[in-house]
């Protein structure tokens, strides 16, 4: 399955483009990689958010104590 998102991930990176006009040359991150992320920078995951299509999500952290 992970690696079947990877994929996906590199499609959608290589088909959006930049401000500039310019592809993306890099993968997305898995959801794992951003979580791992937040958990570095001192941060708790509270919620998240996932747009009907299942395309894009948004994290909502807070600071530990």
């Known amino acids: ?6 994929l996906l991930h ?5 088909n959006l483009v930049q401000s500039s006009g310019s592809t993306l040359d ?5 959801q794992v990689e951003m979580d791992t992320l937040i958990t570095q920078a001192g941060l708790k ?10 395309m894009f999500s948004v994290s909502i952290a807070k600071k530990c104590d």
């Not at 399955?1 to 990877?6: I, L, Y």
């Open 26 to 30: 890099h993968a997305l991150p898995l």
């Open 10 to 14: 590199k499609v959608l990176a290589m």
């Open 45 to 54: 995951k509270v919620d998240m958010m996932i747009d009907p299509s299942g």
């Open 1 to 6: 399955v992970q690696g079947c998102a990877r």
